[in-house]
């Protein structure tokens, strides 16, 4: 990987966390990410299953993570099934785990091969009564593909139908929304790295630059500092092209007097940030920009004073979507009457500003958290309020990355990204 090791303290502790919150007598089993196929003998970059590297930091494809905290052989009780190595193996694809990397790596004493996986499963299952399996419940979640884990979930039930069975899923959505300060500094740097982007294009950006050089030049600086890439599909709209909330062909090129609206960041370590900035592509702002983009930056802020421990996300949506109400008042953009005979299901202001404020940050960059329960300290969010204006052939949007405090306001990750309009101008300019 080209990340630098992270401390084993972090995915030991985590499962200290997971099994504390297991039944007893129970076993939990969390698969590796399929390595995914395009056609003939090409497939996609390997991406692992956010669960099993949060609770063993096991990188690799065709790794099994077996938890089974009351297990009579101590030895037992955690568990790596890990695809064998051999030299061919390494000659081919290159270097992967050995037993004693693992354990550095995870913590975890226990490493099997996985072709031993099937003959240990049957031991520890007549030893167990429950068994948890790792679903994927996120709110957002639309998988049409048969994952690994679905196929191990249908082999497991079928194998062993006496078993009860639980779910793991709400445990780590709880856990998983909560950062440990070893994650808090692996999202710092990559906050850091998307910094080093940002402030590489401000020089680069100007009339008759592409969208998609835009985005090379992002790449060129995320690779070089030790990060995969993106964090997710970057977002490059210049113009009207802001106004497509998830705008990703990035093909065009950025004219002189329009703006530039760039969702796109690092992850580093497989943990993400999330950045959006707007910016004018001839180096300064029109008066009328200026104002919506001061407009975005004061909902911003202010939204970001509210992210404090037991406020519930719902009401923080509606506080936003007051706030952003006087702002597009004194835009003009909105007048009194629409306000007035506006439907309570869909604001006025949202013909403007028509997405959520704020998502859990981590591993995902719509990361685990449950949006029905009050926010807690060290949980990582973004604050990403937008207006977007087709009429007048501009969006803007504007989005740092925080941690909620026990007390105060949150720390803000993005800190030393240039956001005032007065700063990017001058930079730009410089």
Not at 54 to 78: A, W
Not at 85 to 104: M, P, Q, R, S
Not at 280 to 286: A, E, L, Q, R
Request: with cysteine.
């Amino acid at each position: 990987m080209k990340y630098s090791p992270i401390n084993n303290k972090l995915f030991i502790n985590n499962r200290k966390k997971f099994t504390a919150k297991m039944k007893p007598n129970s076993l939990a089993v969390f698969n590796s990410n399929d390595i995914y196929p395009i056609s003939a003998d090409s497939t996609m970059p390997f991406q692992q299953h956010r669960d099993i590297f949060y609770l063993s930091g096991v990188d690799q494809e065709e790794s099994v993570l077996v938890l089974f905290p009351d297990c009579p052989k101590e030895k037992h009780r955690e568990i790596l099934f890990l695809k064998e190595t051999n030299e061919h193996i390494a000659i081919w694809e290159g270097e992967k785990l050995t037993k004693e990397k693992a354990f550095e790596v995870s913590g975890v004493k226990t490493v099997y091969w996985l072709q031993d996986m099937k003959k240990i499963m049957f031991e520890i299952m007549t030893q167990c009564d429950t068994v948890y399996i790792n679903t994927n419940e996120h709110y957002r979640a639309n998988v049409e593909v048969e994952t690994r884990e679905d196929r191990f979930t249908k082999w497991l039930k079928e194998k062993y139908p006496a078993h009860a069975v639980a779910k793991s899923a709400p445990i780590l959505q709880r856990l998983r929304s909560v950062k440990d300060e070893i994650e808090i500094d692996l999202i710092q740097k990559a906050c850091n790295i998307t910094e080093k982007g940002f402030r590489r294009i401000l020089s680069f950006v100007k009339p008759g630059v592409t969208e998609y050089e835009i985005e090379a030049e992002y790449i060129h600086e995320f690779i070089r500092n030790r990060s995969k890439g993106f964090a997710y599909t970057p977002i490059v709209a210049s113009g009207n092209n802001a106004n497509v909330l998830h705008y990703i062909e990035n093909n065009q090129t950025c004219k002189e007097g329009e703006l530039l609206l760039m969702d796109v960041a690092a992850e580093y370590a497989n943990y993400c940030s999330d950045l959006t900035r707007t910016i004018p592509v001839s180096g300064k702002f029109t008066n009328r920009q200026k104002a919506v983009y001061n407009a975005v930056n004061r909902v911003k802020n202010e939204a970001t004073k509210m992210l404090t421990p037991g406020l519930m996300l719902d009401n923080y949506h509606a506080e936003v979507g007051k706030i952003m109400t006087s702002e597009l008042l004194g835009l003009g953009l909105l007048d009194k009457a629409d306000v007035q005979n506006e439907n309570p299901d869909w604001p006025a202001y949202k013909k403007y500003f028509m997405h959520g404020t704020s998502h859990h940050l981590g591993l995902d960059t719509h990361d685990y958290g449950i949006i029905t329960e009050p926010v807690q300290a060290n949980m990582v969010f973004t604050v990403e309020p937008g207006i977007y204006i087709p009429e007048e052939g501009f969006g803007i949007r504007i989005e740092d990355d925080v941690v909620v405090q026990e007390t105060g306001e949150p720390f803000n990750l993005m800190k030393n990204i240039p956001i005032e309009a007065d700063e990017i101008e001058d930079l730009m300019n410089s």
